[in-house]
């Protein structure tokens, strides 16, 4: 089993998107087994939790960087599984989730990215998106619930937010959940075969999967048109749960490496505090 870099293999190249070029059960970076997987992945688990600890005491001396982790895919692809799986092996204090659902009439009365500002990640976090604002050229435009000039308008919008929130100090980690119209079938039918999963179940599900070509061509245009240098897009093939969580992690550990957040600098005197501490003389 070896490991190389896994960040180049996922990310999409500039240009035309394929998403039929892409095999949503590949194993891009990784020859091993499930089984080695997910050791792969237990064993990466305090490595992680180290390096994004760093990073979030890294923001008691006034640093601003955290990470926004962008978790798009269609309905099973494991949004909830990654969460559970990836961002779990990290501290929860130094994680903000935010699962975007259909937006209010408060928020249809407001730009599309107005409720998405509102939950970025603080400094020393990582913000994770369980869908996001590319819903609004996704959904929006699978069922034209805005114009086409409106939607054309929606990319550069995004990619010019994007480039805000790098400038401002947030590295912007973007990823597809690939997964074949197969293995979804496959998904929500397990779902019905366990009543403890029927919660997870929703009849919408399967009238979406009647768009689903039309789904696939609104993420190929997504992902060419927000493919940018600042914020580039990774597409995980997810057929396989623990390749997808793997690979996951796998990014989030380059990315932090790359930051190199380092540990804060004492602000006092340590000798004198150890003395004070050895010489203590407590009050009974």
Do not use: C
């Not at 939950?119 to 994770?128: A, F, K, S, Y």
């Not at 009238?207 to 600042?230: G, I, K």
């Amino acid at each position: 089993m070896t490991l190389a870099t896994v960040e180049p293999l996922v990310r999409l190249p500039p240009g035309p998107v394929s998403l039929a070029d892409i095999p949503a059960d590949g194993k891009p970076g990784f020859d091993g087994t499930k089984e080695e997987g997910e050791a792969a992945l237990a064993a990466l688990g305090p490595e992680l939790a180290d390096v994004q600890e760093r990073l979030f005491a890294e923001r008691t001396t006034g640093s601003p960087r955290r990470i926004l982790l962008v978790l798009q895919g269609m309905d099973t692809s494991g949004k909830g599984g990654v969460l559970r799986h990836t961002v779990g092996l990290v501290d929860p204090q130094g994680v903000q989730i935010t699962a975007f659902k259909a937006p209010t009439k408060t928020e249809l009365s407001h730009d599309f990215l107005w409720r998405i500002r509102k939950r970025l990640p603080e400094p020393g976090h990582i913000g994770v998106f369980d869908r996001s604002h590319y819903e609004d050229v996704l959904i929006g435009r699978v069922h034209e619930l805005a114009d086409a000039d409106e939607i054309e308008r929606r990319y550069g919008a995004i990619n010019e937010f994007e480039q805000e929130l790098v400038a401002g100090g947030t590295v912007v980690l973007k990823v597809m959940l690939h997964i074949s119209a197969a293995e979804q079938k496959a998904r929500l039918l397990a779902r019905l075969d366990n009543p403890a999963k029927y919660w997870k179940f929703n009849p919408g599900d399967v009238d979406e999967r009647a768009h689903w070509a039309a789904y696939q061509d609104a993420y190929e245009v997504a992902l060419e048109r927000t493919n940018t240098e600042l914020a580039p897009w990774h597409v995980v093939p997810s057929d396989r749960k623990w390749f997808r969580n793997l690979t996951i992690a796998r990014l989030l550990h380059e990315r932090l490496l790359q930051m190199a957040p380092t540990w804060p600098a004492a602000d006092f005197d340590v000798e004198e505090q150890r003395a004070r501490l050895v010489n203590e003389v407590l009050v009974t």
